[in-house]
């Protein structure tokens, strides 16, 4: 079984690169769907198995699709007749492919896309989408794990969400840049990746105000077309990486970070006594020896974003006192509590509130990654455990980071990733995992 087996205790110093945002690209590579004509060349796309997933789908449906790994572009052409059909074996492996049933209906009339189903961190029904297209006279039927959806031409409509979904927004947004008239969308999502959405729609012709507002306004036009855009830098990642610069007592510089995208937790990171610094190159995060205890609340941006709960979690179980981070987003956020106990973490769950407390003594152990970001927080407890911590269930962390542990051993982590069995481990570490 493929691991990464860290040998906590080295503090992490030097630089990082970031890569392109996971959450931009995949409704981006979606929204090439709705070019009619030229190609769209996207750069800075990270090379993630998502990203592999969702070039799968999109060639499933007839877009000819050409990723450049060592570049890390993809290039798209959307202008062959499409087919209006996501089988379930695409769908099933990746949620966020539910984001090609707005720009299918809007260029086709037509999407038949199967149902993404629940996931590890909640049930995340799609409710909301389906109401949006709906609103803007879509007919949509379920039938054997399929929603179908129809129209005979979208029309600009009023919409209200009553959550700020990430995922309906950009649905219903790239929806309505085809519909006839104009669509007013409340109470959308805020986050930057919905603002790198808008950008290219409208590189590509359409009419979208007010991304990153409450309200989006989109004026239907007859036509869009391909364009070139460079993914904006994944906020996540970065933030990943100034957490774990401050566990480690690092002095590490995230480049080109945008410290306007990752307010939320630079504040908290602060509050704990970390030093964090915006220069030329990046953002700068030294850490302390002496975290302070935090309270912390996820919420849709520019809240706190869930996306980084299990990652500061580390800092709070470090810091001197107790804690407390509530996940008012997802209601299964919490799965890596479990494992981070294994490494004698002190946590407990009250409804959707945990409580740590610290300063923990984190013990290597064997321990097996939830979901994504769960798996960034267990490698990152590694890097400040005593001896070895060895992470299994790594296809989660290939979800959404690229040569993550290549780059924290860049920053002097000793830190590597194995097949069990191939030669590849080190001697010394496999005597060592024996005792
Ligand atoms: C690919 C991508 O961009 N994923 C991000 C996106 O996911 P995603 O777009 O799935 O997240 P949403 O913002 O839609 O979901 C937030 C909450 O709303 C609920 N909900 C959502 C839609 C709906 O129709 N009905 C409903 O009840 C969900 O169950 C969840 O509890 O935003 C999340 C919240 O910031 C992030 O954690 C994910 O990393
Ligand atoms: C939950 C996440 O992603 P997804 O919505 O793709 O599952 C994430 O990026 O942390």
Known sequence: MEKIIVHGGNRLVGSVEIEGAKNAVLPILAASLLAKEGTMQLDSVPVLSDVYMMNNVLRFLNVKVEMDEINKTVSLDATSKLSYEAPFKY????????????????????????????????????DLHLKGLEAMGAVVEHHDGYIEATTEGLVGADIYLDFPSVGA??????????????????????EPEIVDLANVLNKMGANVVGAGTERLKI??????????????????????????????????????????????????LEEMGVSVTEENEGIRVIGTKHLK???????????????????????????????????????????????????????????????????????????????????????????????????????????????????????????????????????????????
């Open 293 to 435: 205890p935090v309270t912390v609340k996820t919420l849709p941006h520019p809240g706190f974003p869930t996306d980084m709960q299990p990652q500061i979690s580390i800092l709070q179980l470090l810091s001197n006192g107790e804690s407390v981070i509530t996940e008012t987003v997802f209601e299964n956020r919490f799965m890596h509590f479990g494992e981070l106990r294994r490494m004698n973490a002190d946590v407990r769950i009250e409804g959707n509130s945990a409580i740590l407390h610290g300063p923990a003594k984190l013990h290597g152990a064997e321990v097996a990654a939830t979901d994504l970001r769960a798996a960034a927080a267990l490698v990152l407890a590694g890097l400040v455990a005593d001896g070895y911590t060895q992470v299994t269930h790594l296809k989660y962390l290939d979800r959404g980071y690229y040569h993550f542990h290549q780059k924290l051993a860049a920053l002097g982590a000793e830190i590597t990733r194995v097949n069990e069995g191939n030669l590849a481990i080190k001697n010394r570490e496999v005597s060592e995992l024996n005792n």
């Open 91 to 126: 769908v099933s492996k990746m949620r966020a492919s539910i984001v090609v049933i707005g720009p299918l209906l809007a260029r086709l009339g037509h999407a038949k896309v199967a149902m993404p189903g629940g996931c590890a961190i909640g049930s995340r029904p799609i």
């Open 169 to 190: 927004t950009e649905n219903i947004m790239m929806a309505a840049t085809l519909a006839k008239g104009t669509t007013v969308i409340e109470n959308v999502a805020r």
């Open 219 to 268: 004026v239907g036009v007859t036509e869009l077309h391909g364009t070139d855009h460079t993914i904006v830098q994944d906020r996540i990642e970065a933030g990943t990486f100034m957490v774990a610069a401050a566990a480690t007592n690092g002095n590490v510089l995230v480049k080109n970070a945008i410290a306007e995208h990752n307010r939320p937790l630079i504040s908290k």
